[in-house]
């Protein structure tokens, strides 16, 4: 069942005059302990196409799977989001698999609002001082939204959404097919090799080191659709006549609706071991 959203739990993402804002309200935040994850070194070589099958792969662990982001005050999500992790001396891999029967995508050009879409979305910290972060979300289409944030927006900061990360490979793989309600799909993969030197502070790369811990958070953004004239279309609120609100899935638990509480974000542990497929 789709929940809406209060103003008083809420924090809702509007576009005004082509720049991203966030307005915040009070929220009580649910008390849960951030999850952890184990990075380790892809021992062999990672090909970026959407379909992370390589050996290096199959050697890196599964998060648990996505809850909903206020946690256990909520149903636990009915389609099946995790991820994997590895690195080597230039790049951290991610790779996402998202349970979907309807996948679809409409955004091409890079760096529109692509949660407008169903996405997937990927916050760092390198250094973990909750401040100076990164976002990066893509849809099923393989376009790109990506913005650094000097603060959260509830320290009154504003994205900076002409940052890029350069040199960033993404790949989608699609388990089905891509906008056609007429057949039923089973998933979508994201494989993304995100540079160390595109994410750095004060100019110096944050590449990691045995043991190196940055915190890290994903979530994955939902939208209730019906099919009209062969189409996806969002699902309406009658009474608003607008979209019922997205569904927001994540790895850690954020306990408020609400990404930009990086103190809330899971931690990543960087080991110079070659794979764990425990």
């Known amino acids: 069942m789709h929940r809406f959203i209060t103003a008083k739990s809420s924090i809702r993402k509007v576009l005004t005059g082509g720049i ?13 302990e951030p999850l952890r994850y184990t990075c380790y070194q ?9 379909n992370p099958d390589e050996a290096a792969w199959q050697q890196a662990r599964w998060t648990t799977d996505f809850t909903d982001i206020e946690g256990d005050k909520q149903p636990r999500p009915p389609l099946r989001t995790r991820v994997k992790m590895l690195w080597d ?7 996402a698999e998202m349970e979907e029967p309807h996948i679809w995508g409409k955004l091409l050009k890079h760096d ?18 909750t401040k100076e972060y990164f976002e990066i979300e893509i849809n099923a289409r393989n376009t790109i939204f990506d913005l650094f944030m000097p603060k959260p927006y509830s320290e009154g900061a504003h994205a900076l959404m002409t940052w890029d990360t350069k040199g960033m490979r993404t790949a989608v793989h699609i388990n089905g097919t891509l906008n056609q309600p007429a057949d039923k799909d089973r998933s979508w993969t ?3 090799a995100i540079p160390f030197k595109a994410l750095h502070l004060l100019g110096v790369p944050m590449i990691p080191q045995n043991n190196t811990t940055w915190r890290i958070n994903f979530s994955r953004v939902e939208w209730d659709t ?5 189409q996806y279309v969002k699902k309406i609120n009658t009474a608003t006549g607008k979209p019922l609100p997205e569904h927001n899935w994540v790895w850690s638990p954020q306990g408020v609706i609400n990404m930009h509480v990086p103190q809330k974000w899971g931690y990543l542990q ?4 070659t794979g764990n497929n425990q």
């Open 190 to 192: 994201v494989e993304m």
């Open 20 to 32: 991203l804002l966030l307005s915040a309200f009070t929220v009580n935040a649910q008390t849960s």
């Open 42 to 50: 892809a021992g062999k070589k990672i090909n970026i196409d959407g």
């Open 226 to 230: 019906d099919i009209k004239n062969g």
């Open 270 to 273: 960087f080991s110079t071991q």
């Open 112 to 129: 529109t609002i692509i949660f407008h879409d169903n996405d997937f979305e990927v916050f760092i910290d390198p250094d973990g001082d």
């Open 89 to 95: 001396q230039e790049y951290l891999y991610i790779a």
